[in-house]
């Protein structure tokens, strides 16, 4: 095998060698960063400053490469096109648009045998979707309103107060309604939310929903009351919840009543010792039933059996 250094214009499309790139120590002959292939090639003048010199290896001599093809070939002359002649028993192909039109049904084959059957129209749960598309067009017609569903997730909604607020501005005054809602399931959690909005519902709507935010946990026994007697506050208000023992029910008043029904208490004492302002009292509840304690928790906390709490 020789080994010689050829410019790029030695090499050809019909040269039957591949020829391979290796990376050599420069000679005393080559300056380190010259390159050993032409210097025409401008798309190897990034490599140009790589500190080895590129040679280029062939198999065989630049004098058995054949490069006579392109001596008489000038790039610019213009060539005129002239297709063969087509053979006498040729017969064009039919126009796309000269064929018969294909009917519905056979389209719809024609799709069914590429992407498989298609779509029946009845969902994953077994609804058919065109019957819930005309109630939905139905419901979203013109003039009529669109009803949202009650959400169902078992808890119950109590709406406290509606009240009128007012907000003064440059141009007057804008009217809104604040709603207090306290939502619970009847089995140990509660919530308690307000909203304002421009309308009652949407007002009823938005407290429903911040209820939902802030559910807690009311610690109970089995008679259904309070482990044991708790206070709490908030703002101006302050509300005092004491056990009762069975069918005594539920002795309170205002909103502390309504937060002690929803979240099923049913032996309870409850009294506002302050302000009665609806939203501060639910409120007030809230916080002194959060400071309750279950007896197994406090045991737990202190190391000892249940048993021992009231020795």
Not at 46 to 71: E, Q, R, V
Not at 157 to 172: I, L, S
Not at 178 to 196: E, Y
């Amino acid at each position: 095998m020789a080994s010689t250094t050829v410019t790029l214009s030695s090499l050809s499309l019909h040269s039957t060698t591949t020829p391979r790139l290796s990376f050599l120590k420069p000679t005393s002959k080559l300056h380190p960063l010259s390159l050993s292939i032409s210097p025409k090639s401008s798309f190897l003048s990034p490599l140009s400053y790589h500190p080895k010199i590129i040679t280029i290896i062939t198999k065989a001599n630049s004098s058995d490469i054949d490069t006579s093809f392109f001596d008489n070939l000038n790039p610019e002359e213009e060539f005129a096109y002239d297709p063969p002649t087509p053979p006498e028993d040729y017969i064009p192909p039919p126009s796309f648009d000269e064929g018969p039109i294909e009917t519905e049904e056979e389209i719809a084959a024609a799709y069914e045998e590429l992407y498989g059957p298609a779509y029946s129209g009845v969902s994953v749960l077994g609804k058919d979707i065109y019957v819930m598309d005309s109630k939905v067009k139905k419901t979203s017609g013109w003039g009529s309103r669109v009803k949202k569903e009650k959400i169902k997730d078992g808890f119950d909604e109590r709406v406290v107060q509606v009240r009128r607020v007012t907000k003064v501005v440059k141009g007057g005054k804008q009217l809104h309604f604040r709603a207090v809602v306290i939502v619970g399931d009847k089995q140990g959690r509660v919530g308690v939310g307000v909203g304002k909005a421009k309308e009652v519902i949407v007002a009823v709507q938005k407290s429903a929903l911040n209820a939902r935010r802030n559910i807690i946990t009311v610690p109970m026994t089995k008679y259904l009351t309070f482990p044991h007697r708790s206070e709490g506050d908030f703002g101006a208000a302050k509300v005092m919840l004491r056990p009762a023992s069975p069918g005594t029910g539920v002795i309170a008043g205002g909103a502390v009543r309504i937060v002690l029904e929803m979240a099923g208490v049913e032996n309870a004492l409850g009294k506002q010792l302050r302000s009665k302002n609806a939203l501060n009292n639910a409120r007030a509840t809230v916080v002194a039933v959060q400071k309750m304690r279950q007896f197994s928790e406090v045991a737990r906390e202190r190391g000892i059996p249940m048993e021992e709490l009231w020795k």
